[in-house]
Structures are given as structure tokens and as C-alpha cells.
């Protein structure tokens, strides 16, 4: 069963950073497209970024300049570096793994911006 672990989440203070890594138990993770939702208190889940087996990336436009996302296939891991934090961006984000037409979860991991 594939599994998929985030971490690196925490308390920032605005206008630092925080780099938010996703572990994937899966053999083939490098053929994989890959990406991060968030989900702020009382919101929606909402697309954050995307990263395809290739290396193409995607991201939401209001991300765009001060989130990088990335991966290392040879340590089955995605990132998602987020610059100059806002309170805004306080939110639970999840990464997943798309695989066989669905996309498969991690539990999340909080970051909470302090302003």
C-alpha cells in the first residue's frame, strides 16, 4: 500500500520560510506526477502546486515567486519551499500521488504563519 508522509510543518513567523518534504513508500515514484493542496481553517482544499514525472512544473497563480516545489526521485521525496511566509498561507498542506486515475493523500502537515 502506498504511503505518503509530510513533514516540516510548524510555527513561522511572517517572512521566513518553511521547506515541507512528502515521503513516498512507492517503487515507482519517478514516473509519478506529484503535487500539494492546503486546506486553511474553515476553507476548501485548494491546489497549491504540481511537479509531473518529468520535472514540468505547476502552480497556483497566487503561489507563484515564493513557492518552489521539487523532488528527488532518489529519495522518493517531494518538496514544497515556501518563501516570505504570509498569514495566509497558515494552512494544513497535503501532498499526493497520482497513480491508476486517482490521486492517492498524505495526512498533512500544519503550517501556521505568526504575523
Known amino acids: 500500500q502506498v504511503q505518503l508522509v509530510e513533514s516540516g510543518g510548524g510555527l513561522v513567523q511572517a517572512g521566513g520560510s518553511v521547506r515541507l518534504a512528502c515521503v513516498v513508500s512507492?517503487?515507482?515514484?519517478?514516473?509519478?506526477?506529484m503535487g500539494w493542496y492546503r486546506q486553511a481553517p474553515g476553507k476548501g482544499r485548494e491546489f497549491v502546486a504540481a511537479?509531473?514525472?518529468?520535472?514540468?512544473?505547476l502552480y497556483e497563480d497566487s503561489v507563484k515567486g515564493r513557492f518552489t516545489i521539487s523532488r528527488d526521485n532518489a529519495k522518493n521525496t517531494m518538496y514544497l519551499q515556501i518563501n516570505n511566509l504570509q498569514a495566509e498561507d497558515t494552512a494544513t498542506y497535503y501532498c499526493?500521488?497520482?497513480?491508476?486515475?486517482?490521486?492517492?493523500w498524505g495526512k498533512g502537515t500544519l503550517v501556521t504563519v505568526l504575523s
Open positions: 511537479i509531473r514525472s518529468g520535472g514540468d512544473t
Open positions: 512507492e517503487r515507482a515514484f519517478s514516473i509519478r506526477d
Open positions: 499526493y500521488l497520482a497513480r491508476g486515475g486517482r490521486n492517492i
